[in-house]
């Protein structure tokens, strides 16, 4: 039987896809050999910021004197509750994905590969031949593994392995700072964990605006957690940590997250004896006709609303031969306060006299004093009276980054942002603010 489409991999890249050509009556095959919702649901962004609301929750409780609230004890946590509810969160997905999927679908419970008979495009699952008219691969990614600090999964383990921790390190190290190294520095920090965090790089989150950078450091320590920058784990002697820098420590756990790599499935090429390395490019495409990457799968930007978007813009291209859009993709932290950021960095700016800057502290917002969150900081980078990049340290820093990034897509002048009406009090209101009377 042919398909109209085949989808190797169901995470956010993969059932944004599927989701668009059952809208389009399309049929279907799609294969997935774990859970589906891919690293974001079962891995990733869900269960991490389940766990990091409990831990700010903590960490408001801890300040509850300072708001005129007395606790009869002082605030404490239960790691195995925490855990218990991240599982029954990520169950209630789990539970209505498969069953809604089978029913509208042909769904294959397997790993997938691709074979080329005859310069004919096939997929292999568990001894099994489909053919689709065409083809999307989205199989995400996995972590990134270093030479010297490989994975034991005991002693040195991938962010994988932080939901399997059934007791909670006195100490960790933590490799990159990066999203993942910086949410889980939060997390452990806030559980009375010592917390060392190690970036290779000149600075803290190296991918993100410089002012960012350093409102970081400054949030890092405030929740005592040590950092090391420039610097990198030289040898480990049993559970003592030995950086380039001489500086030593000994830890329980090392948890290294410097990035993720590709998934691909094998591409297998009758009469080769090797697998083929596919290539992707800039719009989606392969080497192969109508077989389309995307997601973590292609490296673009490891993001699940990323990966959704790419789905878009491929069915898109599939269904309505459209052009493949690009598009700023915003990022977003979950520290405590939240970091977030779209389109240019000012450390990217070639030459700063055709550009303004303008930054505000999130104390000049009155209802970050009401709302005891008064630490960050909003920046934005204005180019021909059109705002092309913003940066957030905030609460809601997800909520507001959202509103720069409608304004930097639908390329709204400076001078219509200042009459739009925001609510007050409301950390809304630093959108108008920061054009008004950031310096």
């Not at 500086?247 to 083929?276: A, H, K, M, W």
């Not at 609303?305 to 977003?332: D, E, G, T, Y």
């Not at 959202?402 to 304004?407: Q, R």
């Amino acid at each position: 039987m042919m398909y109209d489409l085949a989808i190797i991999g169901l995470g956010p890249a993969g059932l944004e896809a599927c989701d668009i050509a059952l809208k389009n009556n399309l049929n279907v095959i799609a294969f997935e050999e774990n859970e589906l919702g891919g690293t974001c649901l079962n891995q990733g962004c869900i269960p991490t910021k389940a766990i990091l609301h409990c831990t700010n929750l903590l960490n408001e409780l801890k300040q509850a004197d300072k708001l005129g609230i007395q606790l009869f004890s002082s605030p404490n946590f239960n790691w195995h509750k925490i855990l218990e509810r991240k599982i029954d969160i990520v169950s209630k997905f789990n539970k209505v994905l498969e069953p809604s999927l089978k029913r509208k679908i042909t769904l294959v419970k397997s790993r997938a590969e691709i074979c080329v008979i005859d310069n004919e495009i096939q997929i292999c699952a568990d001894d099994n031949y489909y053919q689709a008219k065409n083809i999307i691969i989205a199989t995400g990614s996995k972590p990134f593994e270093v030479k010297g600090l490989e994975f034991d999964h005991d002693f040195i383990i991938s962010s994988d392995d932080l939901y399997k921790l059934t007791t909670l390190p006195k100490s960790i190290a933590i490799v990159g700072s990066g999203a993942i190294g910086l949410e889980w520095a939060m997390i452990f920090s806030s559980l009375n964990v010592e917390v060392k965090l190690i970036e290779k790089a000149q600075s803290i989150a190296p991918a993100l605006d410089i002012d960012i950078q350093k409102r970081i450091e400054r949030i890092l320590k405030a929740n005592n957690i040590d950092f090391y920058k420039n610097d990198y784990i030289k040898e480990i002697k049993n559970n003592t940590i030995i950086l380039n820098s001489e500086t030593s420590f000994d830890v329980d756990l090392v948890l290294c997250c410097v990035g993720r790599e590709p998934i691909l499935p094998n591409i297998l090429i009758s009469g080769c004896q090797e697998n083929y390395m596919l290539k992707t490019y800039s719009d989606y495409s392969t080497d192969f006709d109508n077989l389309f990457v995307i997601g973590d799968a292609n490296k673009e930007m490891m993001l699940a609303h990323a990966a959704s978007f790419q789905a878009r813009s491929v069915m898109n291209k599939i269904l309505f031969n459209k052009p493949i859009v690009k598009k700023q993709i915003p990022s977003v932290v979950y520290m405590f306060p939240e970091i977030a950021s779209v389109g240019l960095k000012e450390q990217d700016i070639e030459n700063k006299d055709e550009y303004i800057i303008k930054k505000l502290l999130v104390t000049s917002i009155a209802k970050s004093w009401c709302d005891n969150a008064s630490d960050g900081l909003v920046k934005v980078i204005i180019k021909n009276n059109l705002i092309i990049g913003a940066h957030v340290v905030s609460k809601d820093a997800d909520l507001l980054i959202s509103i720069f990034n409608i304004l930097i897509d639908k390329k709204v002048p400076i001078d219509e942002i200042e009459d739009i009406i925001f609510p007050h009090p409301s950390f809304a209101e630093v959108v108008c603010e920061v054009l008004k009377n950031g310096k």
